[in-house]
């Protein structure tokens, strides 16, 4: 365990569904992250919150929609997707700028 | 833009074997760079980091890197090789926003 817990571990769903990715951090971090790990891709960064506030959407499609109700826990959540955004999803958090990010163990999404 | 490359996609070693892996990256800036593994199956964890100070870092399980400003470079290394090395390792800088910009990682295979 690292601290950072991603629910769930794996997720089929299909195109027309809607689903929701939860992150969730005790580490008393005030910053959390969504990124996209794809095969032969550097990680993509895709949402920051500070503070429980955006601060960076990184370009991310709409059919993406992030939501952090207070600084423990970050939600992404999805509908109709494409299969293209099959990918493993990686929340991270961290205390500030001076350290490093403390990732989860991710979600791996199947868009089918 | 900022990036980090690693040049190494795929980089086979038998065990004992010393390793190098490779990273540039392109920031003009006081640089942050941190070096992270994710063991198959397993969250991405951090080996190393720089802030400042000895451009020699050591780490976890006998990993080190040294930073070259004049290369703009952040190599990782290892002496000796374990089968238990074997993973995928991240290189990352931290950007101009303060969020991590990661190469595209090196898939490290050691033979026993």
């Known amino acids: 365990e690292t601290g950072v817990t991603q629910t769930p571990r794996h997720l089929v769903m299909g195109m027309t569904n809607k689903k929701s990715l939860k992150c969730e951090q005790h580490?008393?971090?005030?910053?959390m992250y969504w990124y996209k790990q794809s095969a032969k891709k550097p990680l993509e960064l895709m949402f920051v919150y500070n503070f429980k506030e955006q601060t960076e959407n990184n370009s991310v499609p709409s059919r993406f929609s992030p939501e952090c109700p207070n600084s423990s826990h970050l939600f992404l959540h999805l509908h109709t997707l494409q299969p293209e955004d099959s990918a493993l999803y990686l929340c991270a958090s961290s205390q500030d700028s001076n350290y490093g990010y403390t990732f989860g163990s991710g979600t791996r999404l199947t868009v089918v | 833009a900022q990036s980090v490359s690693q040049h190494n996609h795929h980089v086979i070693l038998s065990e004992a074997a010393s390793l190098e892996l490779g990273c540039n990256y392109s920031y003009g800036g006081t640089v942050n760079l941190f070096w992270y593994v994710q063991y198959p199956g397993q969250h991405l964890q951090l080996l190393l980091k720089?802030?400042?100070?000895?451009?020699l870092v050591k780490g976890i399980k006998g990993f080190e890197a040294e930073f070259i400003k004049s290369k703009f470079s952040f190599n990782l290394r290892k002496p000796s090789v374990q089968w238990s090395d074997t993973a995928e390792y991240f290189c990352a800088v931290r950007g101009s926003q303060g969020n991590l910009i990661f190469g595209k990682g090196t898939k490290l295979s050691v033979k026993p």
């Open positions: 720089y802030f400042s100070g000895d451009p």
């Open positions: 580490l008393g971090h005030n910053a």
